[in-house]
């Protein structure tokens, strides 16, 4: 099993792990405490709060999470999209089955968006003109845009494959553009679907 709390002293460890040196992971493990807090206040009675069944176990009852501090839970989705592993490795790592790394993925995955959210830190994903790009990012003077084709398996709606068929790398691919700023700073991202 991986020694989170190992990784958590070390900022060499913890940059290769999750991305984040030890500021920026604290400060959004503050971020998402709130998040989490504001998200269990509706399950203090859980589902029993408008239900007809009586409680088998107390409040607080039954199996304790493996992931049970908040940075745990911070470090297992961060490293999650830093290394995407399976989820029988992450399982290993973190001494879970599949199926419940796989439970807590979806769980913390849309929390985490929420946090990021909030700080602003996600790229824009839709902008219809440059006017709506100068309002949202005033302070951007100069850009750099490129773009990337990952391959793709093969769709097998005839329409997908023609929209999705790269002559250039001779496969399907789903193209990609990026927009940053002098800083690296991804401003807008944009899958694009092709032709």
Not at 1 to 25: C, H, P, Q, T, Y
Request: contains cysteine; proline residues 5%; positive net charge.
């Amino acid at each position: 099993m991986l020694d989170i709390n190992r990784v958590l002293k070390e900022d060499r460890l913890l940059r290769a792990f999750s991305g984040l040196n030890r500021k920026a992971f604290d400060e959004l493990s503050v971020a998402l405490e709130i998040v989490l807090n504001v998200e269990a206040m509706p399950a203090a009675g859980y589902a029993y709060a408008n239900s007809q069944k009586p409680r088998k176990r107390s409040v607080g009852g039954g199996r304790k999470p493996r992931l049970q501090r908040v940075e745990d839970k911070l470090f297992f989705i961060l490293f999650y999209f830093k290394c995407y592993p399976t989820f029988d490795v992450a399982g290993v790592l973190f001494d879970l089955h599949r199926s419940r790394a796989h439970r807590w993925m979806l769980r913390l995955q849309p929390l985490l968006k929420t946090v990021l959210g909030k700080k602003m830190v996600l790229p824009e994903r839709k902008l219809e003109s440059i006017e709506e790009f100068i309002a949202r990012f005033p302070y951007a003077q100069e850009v750099m845009i490129d773009g990337t084709e990952r391959p793709i398996q093969r769709p097998k709606d005839e329409e997908k494959q023609k929209s999705h068929y790269s002559g250039k790398k001779k496969r399907h691919t789903r193209k990609h553009l990026v927009m940053t700023d002098q800083a690296k700073r991804v401003l807008v991202q944009v899958n694009c679907k092709g032709r």
